[in-house]
């Protein structure tokens, strides 16, 4: 008999066994197929094996959160309770199909209060093909088209990710109601890095629409958690240029974004419906990793017209402000403590809020425009798969909270408390 078809057999048996992530294929009697593996077989099987371990690779991670707060809600019915509606679970599967071209895509399920827009779903995290350009020794070029990661700061890339972040809570500067616009663009990212004696250089430019369709993102534009239209992206892009000394131990970044969207009005009257909102907005970053200590600060500015197109002249323009000085100190190898300050305004011309409030009657009340945090953590990384961490936060003003949570102005508190605990896996 043909020696392809009599091994054949047993390889598929072998392969199907693989994929199910069984253990049958040792189990399996040499009596049950036709024929013993020969030296030949037992080659072409080790191939198959090695082509699947070294092109595809899968990764996963997931983290638990505990919140209680005084004054408002956070991540869910926080406010004078414990809270568990934090819940993040991602699965990424990436594929080398050639020395120049791969693929790469996760799934996200993300959980962040009971009633936001982030009630649990599974969405598409990222997805895209990368083609490599041009590969040289100290030197890349290359594009990516899907949905790919918006390149903002430090840590918007892998904000979902725990591990890769000091804190629970990011700094203010990500801004959490708005996360979904600087998340990741539809579209495509022309990519570069260079390396050099002085240091390491990388660029990226990200061109497409952003996910613009978010209830949170809608109230932090328009204050009105009962509007009932949907924003719409309009053709957006954000940059990086990064440098890197003696392999991370510097760190500089500078990031720029142009974001753009639309309202689109569901009801007749919707005093909205003629809304465009655009945000230009710039990043800088600087970081330092030793040994023990490690120095991190962020400032952002960022400029929001919001425009009524019937009269073609914006008619708010405020200048937003977020900035944060970070210390982080490893008190054992796998025990560190972060302290940071934090401090966001939406109007660095109103910074307290007084315009707004004098404006609405009171309605809309002046901490809803600013925060300063004070943040005190605790990292303990069990093994390199798990963690656990513990922080707390000294709230002034109150700009970061859901008002999908909060939905009563006249209950929202200017001084309070956040108490967080979070358990994170990786693999």
Known sequence: ????????????????????????????????????????????????????????????????????????????????????????????????????????????????????????????????????????????????????????????????????????????????????????????????????????????????????????LLTAIINDPTASGYLESDPSFVTQLSYEILGGEYVFALSYAELNMRYQAKNIGDPYAQLDADIKSFIISAQYNGEKISFTGEYSLQWNEFTDIRFGVPDNSPVSEHWYVQAGYRLLDNLQATLRYDSTVQDKNDRYGKGVEAATGGMVPGHLMYAQDIVFGLRWDITPAWMIRAEYHRMHGATTISLLENPDFSKIVKNWNIYALQVAFRF
Not at 136 to 153: A, E, Q, T, Y
Not at 186 to 212: C, E, I, P, R, V
Request: hydrophobic share 40%; glycine share 10%.
């Open 1 to 216: 008999m043909n020696r392809f078809i009599t091994l054949m057999p047993r390889n598929i048996l072998y392969f199907v066994c693989l994929l199910s992530g069984s253990v049958c294929a040792q189990e399996i009697n040499a009596e049950s197929v036709i024929g013993a593996p020969t030296q030949e077989g037992n080659k072409l099987w080790e191939g198959v094996k090695k082509t699947w371990r070294d092109d595809i690779q899968f990764h996963g991670f997931l983290s638990q959160g505990l919140f209680s707060s005084s004054g408002n809600n956070i991540y869910g019915q926080s406010k004078d309770s414990v809270s568990a509606d934090s819940t993040e679970i991602g699965l990424n599967v990436s594929y080398q199909a050639f020395n120049n071209l791969s693929f790469a895509v996760q799934g996200l399920y993300r959980r962040a209060g009971a009633n936001t827009g982030d009630a649990g779903e599974v969405t598409l995290d990222f997805g895209f093909v990368d083609l490599n350009l041009l590969n040289l020794s100290d030197g890349r070029i290359g594009v990516r088209g899907g949905r790919i990661k918006n390149p903002w700061g430090l840590y918007n890339e892998t904000r979902d990710v725990a591990f890769t972040h000091p804190t629970i809570l990011l700094p203010l500067a990500y801004f959490e109601r708005s996360r979904t616009l600087f998340l990741a663009l539809d579209g495509g990212q022309l990519y570069a890095d260079y390396n050099t004696s002085m240091g390491d250089f990388s660029f990226k430019f990200n061109y497409g629409w952003a996910n613009a369709d978010d209830k949170e």
